[in-house]
T-cell receptor
Framework: AQSVTQLDSQVPVFEEAPVELRCNYS??????LFWYVQYPNQGLQLLLK??????LVKGINGFEAEFNKSQTSFHLRKPSVHISDTAEYFC??????????FGTGTRLKVLA | EAGVAQSPRYKIIEKRQSVAFWCNPI?????LYWYQQILGQGPKLLIQ????????DSQLPKDRFSAERLKGVDSTLKIQPAKLEDSAVYLC??????????????FGEGSRLTVL
């Protein structure tokens, strides 16, 4: 069975500091991987996705993620965060069929 | 381009009452999804439509939840009767492709349900 694990439920970080949000997936088949962001009282918005090719994926708002097949990870990174990055971040995986599996989310809190 | 529209944004009801949520996807998107997002959890797929046909409703509690997409455009999700554990945000999403795992989901702002 496929699963997505986000180990950190909350990550506080100071403004302009780097951040990494961790995501691990479990699947016996090829996966497509995604990061979505949810700002307060809004729906989810795609940050970036990995389908194939280069393992380093760049997304919107300066975020990037690296697909690591040997560690079954897809961690999200940003070298310097802003107050406006405060939001909840969801990792998701698709097994090549129509269904997404979402992680439980990581709440990023950027401190001034 | 207009996004995914949902209404109402907020709804408070007492247990055993009924409620309905409406979703209008992005124009031209054939696939429509309803997700349930309970506080502290990730979105859980309730039902997926391709045009007006159901692709997956395996996690829809069919004894109390129902959904329809009669003309292949907008959709309604109904809960009757509601239980306390139905308190959640109900997210509607749409996508252009049938296989959502290779494409992007576009989400509405959600409908927050509180059951007292």
């Amino acid at each position: 069975a496929q699963s997505v694990t986000q180990l950190d439920s909350q990550v506080p970080v100071f403004e302009e500091a780097p951040v990494e949000l961790r995501c691990n997936y479990s699947s016996s088949v090829s996966v497509y991987l995604f990061w979505y962001v949810q700002y307060p009282n809004q729906g989810l918005q795609l940050l970036l996705k990995y389908l194939s090719g280069s393992t380093l994926v760049k997304g919107i708002n300066g975020f990037e993620a690296e697909f690591n097949k040997s560690q079954t990870s897809f961690h999200l990174r940003k070298p310097s965060v802003h107050i406006s990055d405060t939001a909840e971040y969801f990792c998701a995986a698709g097994p090549g069929t129509y269904k997404y599996i979402f992680g439980t989310g990581t709440r990023l809190k950027v401190l001034a | 381009e207009a996004g995914v529209a949902q209404s109402p944004r907020y709804k408070i009801i007492e247990k055993r009452q009924s409620v309905a949520f409406w979703c209008n996807p992005i124009s031209g998107h054939a696939t429509l999804y309803w997700y349930q997002q309970i506080l502290g959890q990730g979105p859980k797929l309730l039902i997926q439509f391709q045009n007006n046909g159901v692709v997956d409703d395996s996690q829809l509690p069919k004894d109390r939840f129902s959904a329809e997409r009669l003309k292949g455009v907008d959709s309604t999700l109904k809960i009757q009767p509601a239980k306390l554990e139905d308190s959640a945000v109900y997210l509607c999403a749409s996508s252009l492709e049938l296989t959502s795992a290779t494409g992007e989901l576009f989400f509405g702002e959600g409908s927050r349900l509180t059951v007292l």
